[in-house]
C-alpha cells in the first residue's frame, strides 16, 4: 500500500500541520527569491557534501560550480535534481506573460551526443548557457 502525503500529514496535529506548511512556504519563498545557486541549496537546507554525493562529484567541484556566473544547462539540472526539484524553461514576453517550455529540455536529448550535436550546429555565443546574478 502507498502511504500519500495526506496519510502522513493526517498522523500531526492540527497545529504541527500549520507549523510545517509555515516552514514549506518559507523553504519555497528562499528557493524563489535565490539568486544565486549556493542560496537555493541552503534554502533546502542541504550540504556542498550531500550535493556532490548526488551528483557523483568532489564537494570541490559544487564549491567551483556554485561560483560560476555561467552554468550550462545540463549542469543546472543535475543540480537542482540532486536537491529533488527537476529544472524547467520559460520564456516571459515584454508585458510580463510567462510561457513554461515544459517538454523543451535540451540537456536531456540522448539521440544526439552533444559533442556531435555542438559540431553539426554552430550556436550563437552563449546560446546554451544560463547567466546566474
Do not use: C
Amino acid at each position: 500500500m502507498t502511504t500519500t502525503l495526506s496519510d502522513v500529514m493526517a498522523e500531526f496535529s492540527e497545529e504541527d500541520r500549520k507549523d510545517i506548511r509555515k516552514r514549506s512556504r518559507a523553504h519555497i519563498k528562499a528557493v524563489e527569491d535565490a539568486r544565486k545557486l549556493d542560496e537555493i541549496r541552503r534554502a533546502v537546507k542541504m550540504s556542498q557534501g550531500a550535493i556532490a554525493s548526488a551528483m557523483g562529484i568532489g564537494q570541490n567541484a559544487v564549491s567551483q560550480l556554485e561560483k560560476r556566473r555561467d552554468v550550462q544547462l545540463s549542469t543546472l539540472s543535475r543540480y537542482v535534481e540532486s536537491m529533488g526539484f527537476h529544472l524547467e524553461l520559460a520564456i516571459v514576453s515584454r508585458s510580463g506573460e510567462r510561457v513554461s517550455l515544459k517538454n523543451f529540455k535540451p540537456w536531456q536529448d540522448a539521440t544526439v551526443p552533444i559533442a556531435k550535436a555542438a559540431r553539426a550546429v554552430k550556436a550563437p555565443a552563449g546560446s546554451s548557457r544560463l547567466k546566474l546574478g
